[in-house]
Nanobody
Framework: QVQLVESGGGLVQAGGSLKLSCAAS????????MGWFRQTPGKEREFVAL????????YYADSTKGRFTISRDNAKNMVYLQMNSLKPEDTAVYYC???????????????WGQGTQVTVSS
């Protein structure tokens, strides 16, 4: 089992940057691919980025490609999302999640964190 806790959210002006962190418990973390998702009220959870268990493969949503970077440190049981050039439409609750494969669909993920709020002001 994997437990996940996100941190690093907050309020930032458009064009600014934030780095989200996801702390994982359990040695099984190193065998899971990790994803970041986001959700706004009334909308479905949206894929943001994913990274393979080794970190060798990453994949991004078109809306975040070139601005966001996902990374992981298996020695520290951590996953990160560096977000640059933030836009008001990036405002959402951001979640990290763990999966056995490399899916972009939320229902393919086995474990979820509680989320962290990111608000980008214009």
């Amino acid at each position: 089992q994997v437990q996940l806790v996100e941190s690093g959210g907050g309020l930032v002006q458009a064009g600014g940057s934030l780095k989200l962190s996801c702390a994982a418990s359990g040695r099984a973390f190193r065998t899971y691919a990790m994803g970041w998702f986001r959700q706004t009220p009334g909308k479905e959870r949206e894929f943001v980025a994913l990274i393979s268990w080794s970190g060798s493969t990453t994949y991004y949503a078109d809306s975040t490609k070139g601005r966001f970077t996902i990374s992981r440190d298996n020695a520290k049981n951590m996953v990160y999302l560096q977000m640059n050039s933030l836009k008001p439409e990036d405002t959402a609750v951001y979640y990290c999640a763990a999966a056995r494969t490399l899916p972009t669909a939320p229902n393919a993920y086995d474990y979820w964190g509680q989320g962290t709020q990111v608000t980008v002001s214009s």
